[in-house]
């Protein structure tokens, strides 16, 4: 049964894309069969991975049934990683009445369904609002990775993704896996960015990933080369920071399930 998370946080810029591309590529590296899907019009996590998005979204066929997400989905340089990709136009993908309505809930079977021989993981990019994509994103989802940039008010950006993710599950009537806080852009050489880490753990001891993703300007570099710093750097600080991401991610994934057998 795949597992399906969604990389949201309605703040711009705090690291959704590329934890989602290099989490993905990682999880892919490490044996898993792994689809990201680009629900950002932005189409940032598209390019990143080095592919072009069609005319228009593909997603609203999905969800009508008109279309196989296998058949949308495109293979990607990492061997077991593939992307639906996002349209290159900006336009608004999705309406809020397709958001919830019954398509969602059938790709969410359909997903879980798939032998893991072709999907074990389905990672969401999701964009920087709390509008249509990421109901569409929560109502797909598992569970949740939320970066957290060490910056100012980043406790403030939490607590209403928090409070999104609750309401979610109220309206679903199921539970949503808060599966990790990533503190994200990290430098421990600034004394406000460690501040804010700690302030982060303290209030979030259980869901704070042990793992900091260092900043490190080869994962924006490997981005705008259309590659995952798998490929692009894999001997660089940020390579290493999302190596050990998605170990730490597949170890929380273990636990759950020996804690449910
Ligand atoms: N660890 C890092 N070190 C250095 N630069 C980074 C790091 N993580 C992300 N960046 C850069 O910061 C910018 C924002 O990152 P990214 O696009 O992943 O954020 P996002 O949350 O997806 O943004 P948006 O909300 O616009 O979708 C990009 O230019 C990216 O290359
Ligand atoms: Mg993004």
């Not at 981005?223 to 929380?252: C, D, F």
Request: include cysteine; charged fraction near 20%; proline fraction near 7%.
């Amino acid at each position: 049964m795949a597992r399906i998370t969604a990389i949201t946080s309605q703040k711009g810029g705090v690291g959704k894309t590329t934890t989602a591309i290099n989490l993905a590529a990682y999880l892919a590296l490490a044996g898993e069969s792994v689809l990201l899907v680009d629900l950002d019009p932005q189409s940032n996590a598209t390019s990143g991975l080095g592919l072009e998005g069609p005319e228009r979204s593909v997603l609203p066929d999905i969800l009508s049934g008109a279309r196989s997400w296998q058949d949308a989905r495109q293979s990607t340089e990492v061997e077991r990683l593939s992307c639906i990709p996002s349209s290159l136009h900006l336009q608004v993908p999705v309406e809020e009445k397709q958001a919830r309505g019954p398509g969602v809930q059938a790709l969410r079977r359909s997903w879980h369904t798939t032998p893991p021989e072709d999907l074990t993981h389905v990672i969401l990019d999701c964009p920087p609002s709390l509008g249509p994509m990421t109901d569409l994103a929560l109502g797909l989802a598992d569970g949740v990775l939320i970066p957290v940039q060490c910056e100012y008010f980043a406790m403030e950006g939490l607590a209403q993704v928090l409070a999104r993710v609750r309401q979610a599950e109220i309206d679903l009537a199921r539970e949503i896996d808060i599966s990790g806080l990533i503190l994200t852009l990290y430098s421990p050489e600034v004394d406000l960015c460690l501040d804010v880490a700690q302030e982060v753990k303290r209030y979030f001891p259980e869901t704070t990933l042990k793992t900091p993703i260092l900043r490190d300007s080869t994962l924006a570099e490997a981005t705008s080369h259309g590659q995952p710093i798998s490929v692009y750097e894999p001997r660089s600080p940020g390579a290493w920071s999302y190596m050990n991401l998605a170990k730490e991610v597949l170890e929380h994934e273990w636990s759950q399930t020996r804690t449910r057998a």
